[in-house]
Nanobody
């Protein structure tokens, strides 16, 4: 079982990034998917989630209207599109796949928003 995030990096305020989460070793389409982030010195927090079929999404207020979660089950990949990035979005971003009694995490990818 593996989740591998990619797409992080350094971006200026107001810029955009798209993170990817490639899944392998399990039936990705049977799992809901969430994105979390952890800023230095802070606890890991939920950013948003998407249902297993992509029909339902929700986000925390801090990113609503700026971030979009999507998935392509044919490619076993989830995405986090981040627009209008702010310095306070700086964090390590993690994807998480979940279902009853199953919970998998990626290793994280660093996103730094700075001029």
């Amino acid at each position: 079982v593996q989740l591998v995030e990619s797409g992080g990096g350094l971006v200026q305020p107001g810029g955009s990034l798209r993170l990817s989460c490639a899944a392998s070793g399990f039936t990705f389409s049977a799992y809901g998917m969430s994105w979390y982030r952890q800023a230095p010195g802070k606890e890991r927090e939920l950013v948003g989630y998407i249902s297993n079929d992509g029909g339902e999404t929700d986000y925390v207020d801090a990113v609503k209207g700026r971030f979009t979660i999507s998935r392509d089950n044919a490619k076993n990949t989830g995405y986090l599109q981040m627009n209008s990035l702010k310095p306070e979005d700086t964090a390590v971003y993690y994807c998480n796949a979940y279902r009853t009694l199953r919970n998998y995490w990626g290793q994280g990818t660093q996103v730094t928003v700075s001029s």
